[in-house]
Each structure stands twice: as C-alpha cells, then as structure tokens.
C-alpha cells in the first residue's frame, strides 16, 4: 500500500498519513451517481478519447480505473483507526454521506462501526439532518437512529446541543464529505465540535474524503465582520482544502478559539486539542473526483458542485438560482428578468419547502449547457451574478437588504463594484493578494501535494 509517514504538530495536532495506497430514504444518491467522475492520472488512450468527449460535448465519460488508482477513502482504511477505537466509546459526526467506499449503496459508516463492535454511544449530525433531507436552514430535531439504537444529536440550528454529551464518549470520530467552499456550513459544525472536545480532553479522528473543489483557491478573505453561521474562518470563499487538512489548518493557526469566539484573545492560552486525520491515498488537489452521492438536498449533480462558488452568491439576491425544481444552483431567474427562452417555476419539494418566488414563473438563464471543463475551471465566477444585474436593469432591489449577499461574498467591495459598474476580472483583481496571501499560509497544512 505504499509508505507510511506520521508525524506530529506541537499544538497536539497528530497526522496519519498513508501514501500510495441507510436506506431507501436516499433517493437521490442513485440520480447522483450518474454523473460519474472517474479519478485517473495514465495517458492511455481510452482515457483521451474519454476526456476528449468532456471537452466537446460538455457531458461527462466514464474514464477506465484500475485498483492502484482509484481514489481509497479515510473510512475505507479501517486498520488505521479501528485500532484505537477498541475499548474506547466513540461518537460520530457524519450523515448520509459517511458511504465507506465509493458506491453510493456501499455500507454507512455507522453501520461498519458497530459490525466490527465499536460502542457508538452517539452521532451529531450537522445542517440537512443525519439523512441529509432537511431544506437548507431548517432545525431539525434529535432523535434516534432505527437501524441501529444509537441516540443522533442535531447540532445545526440548535445551539449548544452538544453540551451534556462529553461524559457519553472518548473520540469524536469525523466522516463527511464537504465540498470545500466557505458558506458550505459542515466544517463550521465540525469546528464547534472539535472545540468542545478540546474544552473536554476527547480525541478527533476525521477520515478525510477529497474536496471536489479542491482544484482552486479563489475568492476574497473573509473579513471578521461578516463572520456568521455561512461563514466562521478567515479563508477565502474556494480554500482548496479538504476537511483533514482545514481541520489541521484551524488548530495549527490558533483560529479554534480566536476567531470562533470574538469575547477570547487569539493568543489565549486554551486547552490542546488531540486531533488525527486519516488520509485518503491516491488523491491529490488536481484530482478529477466522483462524489457517489449528493452531499446536501440541492446539490444534485457534480454540475451544481462546481457551479456553486459562483450560484450560491444568488442567495443574496432577490432572483431565484433554481431551489425548488430539478436542477437548483444551475440555472437563475426572476419573474422580471427578460424573455430569454427559458423558463422555470419554483415548486415544494424535499429539501426545499418553501423555496424563493414560490409558484412564480420565472425568466432566466440555463447553465445546464455549458461545457463542464470551462465550469469547473471558472472557479468563483461573478459573470453570472453581474450579467443578471445588468439583465434586470441594475434595480435596487437586486440585493437582499438584510446584508446576506455580504456574509456569503465576506467584504463589502463585491457588490459596490458591481454597482458601479466594474467587471468581473476588476473584482477578481481585488482579491488576488487575498488568494496569495492565504495560499502561502495553507501550503503549510497541505497533506496533498
């Protein structure tokens, strides 16, 4: 399988690294699942002709794999944790994205966990709900695990839930898939938990997974006025890290207590925080990934994945970005944007009860048709957002007037320069010191070169 390199950070920071190598509820995961990403690195010609039919028809082609290059997950490497889980009891932070493996009907990491007699005493789950079929925002309540007896914690939306629980477990074990953008609200969960088992003297593992926008660091720097629950670290909106390696850079910089709470000094002297981070083996940032399954209700395809740095920013608008029909966060519209041919009506559906402009016929602009190579390598794009604000005629009603469009964008000068009329590449020359000056700060905690 290859070498294996351990080391350890003096914050209390421990890293595993290995190189080389539940239920019908889901629904979704099998539509998601067709949209394959395959992970390959060889020059054969079956894979050209492959991604030769990506770039031309801007459909995607499954790509042959072999064992030694398939991407193998934290959670798939159970000689690496199991270990240290015996005779301890163990809680766990995931929801229905904890697929050990890379088929979307593999096994749930819960359900590995008590096969092989580990005690799970609890799980935490984060936005969406343990089954991730919650709306975007919704509280979900706590509750208990049929399949397996285990009590789930609800921690989104529902402060200080996790307060009582540590005399219930040892570790806090991490396995979740993010999709590495900033106002993606799991890893400000995963912080709040890595915080209070630092306050308790618990352990963390995360078996790490790929960042499906890994690829590219992009955007402003979020600035301390804007910190919010779409929005708890300095990074910018793409930070090119996966969850192991955000984790590693959260205690490494000291921003666990500093920048989560506003009321403690940054340099304030506070407990360490005993954190391991199982690696994934053949992975690197440039990896074409497939997540077998949607990470939240809304994302439904790797499309909406890669266009969401850019899409998402349509939250802080009055326009509707497709929440409430098959294909939200790639499309955009208004009932009073401009005839273009396209139309689309935000219904009820799970995961999006009451979406915006409900039952209102909107006019819009359908993404569905771009390439995926040029959407995937757009990064954070304002193309979109400033091409609606002229469309609709630049009303002074485009932005939500209670600020959200800034605790998503995390500055003020995104929205005044589109006000004034500035271009995308002008706003994206604002933030470039920002991606340099973070980039040079994450190459430290980069476990994939």
């Given at each position: 399988m290859g070498k294996k390199l351990a080391g350890a950070l003096t914050i209390g920071l421990i890293l595993i690294v290995m190189l080389g190598g539940c239920d019908s509820a889901w629904k979704q995961e099998e539509a998601f699942a067709q949209e394959k990403l395959e992970v390959h690195t060889t020059q054969s010609s079956e894979i050209e002709l492959a991604e030769q039919e990506i770039r031309e028809n801007g459909e995607l082609a499954a790509l042959p794999q072999t064992a030694e290059q398939r991407v193998i997950l934290g959670d798939e490497q159970t000689d690496r944790y199991l270990p240290v889980l015996e005779g301890k009891r163990v809680a766990l932070f995931s929801n229905h994205t904890g697929i050990v493996g890379e088929q979307a009907d593999g096994p749930h990491i819960l359900d590995v966990l008590?096969?092989?007699?580990?005690q799970v005493t609890a799980v935490f789950s984060p936005e969406h709900g343990f089954r991730g079929t919650a709306d975007a925002g919704e509280r979900v309540g706590s509750s208990t695990d049929p399949g397996t007896g285990v009590r789930i914690v609800s921690l989104y939306g529902a402060r200080s839930q996790e307060q009582g629980t540590e005399d219930l477990f040892d570790v806090l074990l991490v396995d979740i898939q993010?999709?590495?953008?900033?106002f993606y609200t799991y890893y400000i969960t995963?912080?709040?938990m890595m915080r209070f088992c630092a306050d308790h003297g618990k352990k963390v593992i995360i078996l790490d997974r790929p960042n499906p926008n890994g690829f590219k660091v992009d955007g402003p720097i979020l600035e301390r006025r804007y910190k919010s629950g779409v929005g708890a670290l300095p990074v910018p909106v793409m930070h090119g890290m996966t969850l192991g390696e955000l984790a590693q850079m959260t205690v490494g910089e000291n921003w666990l207590y500093g920048w989560e709470?506003?009321?403690l000094p940054q340099q304030s002297v506070h407990p360490p925080l005993d954190l391991t981070v199982i690696p994934c083996a053949h992975y690197t940032h440039d990896t074409l990934y497939e997540l077998p399954v949607a990470p939240s209700p809304n994302l439904k395809s790797m499309r909406a994945v890669w266009l969401y740095p850019s899409t998402c920013l349509f939250e802080g608008t009055t326009l509707s970005l497709g929440r409430g029909t098959d294909f939200p966060f790639e499309v955009y519209g208004h009932p009073a944007f401009p005839e273009t041919g396209f139309k689309f009506t935000p219904r009820p559906v799970p995961g999006a009860k009451n979406p915006p402009l409900l039952d209102r016929e909107c006019n819009g602009v359908d993404l569905r048709d771009l390439p995926l190579e040029s959407v995937r390598a757009g990064g954070m794009d304002l193309t979109y957002l400033i091409d609606a604000y002229h469309r609709m005629g630049e009303p002074a009603?485009?932005?939500r007037?209670?600020?959200?469009f800034e605790l998503l964008v995390g500055v003020s000068y995104v929205r005044e320069m589109?006000?004034?009329g500035s271009t995308a590449a002008d706003i994206r020359a604002c933030w470039a010191a920002d991606v340099k000056k973070f980039s040079s700060i994450r190459a430290k905690y980069l476990i994939y070169n």
């Open positions: 008590i096969e092989n007699n580990v993010d999709v590495g953008l900033r995963m912080m709040r709470d506003d009321a009603d485009f932005f007037p209670d600020g959200f589109i006000e004034h």
